[in-house]
């Protein structure tokens, strides 16, 4: 067996925790972490989604998605309404108060993406980028 250096899942598990730290001190000032910033981004940009199309768009498993969820419904960012076609799946949309929040988080996320490129390198930052979003077909 290799020693753990040679683990590129652990290698990316670490990075990603390194750099979402980065993110969430960054968010905490408006009372956001980065997944429910994330979130937030995706429910303005796509519109109503059920939970399973949220988790299948963030490559996310449902329980960890709720659990995001849950303090964005409580804090009345997020409304979860079940269609009457089908009761079982709730609809996620971003209300009003979602969208300020998400305004006000905005300037917080670009002085961690800036942190983060000052560190890491714009250009380094930007290739880590395309090849992580290929991995996952994000492109």
Request: proline letters at 3%; charged letters at 20%; aromatic letters at 8%.
């Amino acid at each position: 067996m290799e020693e753990p250096f040679g683990d590129d899942c652990f290698a990316i598990r670490q990075a990603a925790r390194y750099v979402s730290q980065i993110y969430d001190r960054h968010l905490a000032s408006v009372g956001l972490t980065i997944t429910q910033f994330s979130v937030l981004c995706r429910l303005r940009r796509t519109g109503p989604m059920t939970m399973k199309q949220l988790a299948d768009a963030m490559r996310m498993q449902r329980t960890t998605l709720v659990r995001t969820i849950q303090p964005l419904r409580r804090n009345g960012l997020v409304l979860s309404e079940a269609p009457l076609a089908d009761a079982r799946a709730l609809s996620l949309t971003l209300t009003a108060e979602g969208q300020t929040r998400l305004e006000a988080g905005r300037k917080h996320w670009y002085a961690a993406q800036a942190e983060f490129e000052h560190s890491f390198g714009a250009q380094r930052a930007h290739a880590l980028r395309g090849e992580l979003f290929a991995m996952t077909n994000h492109l």
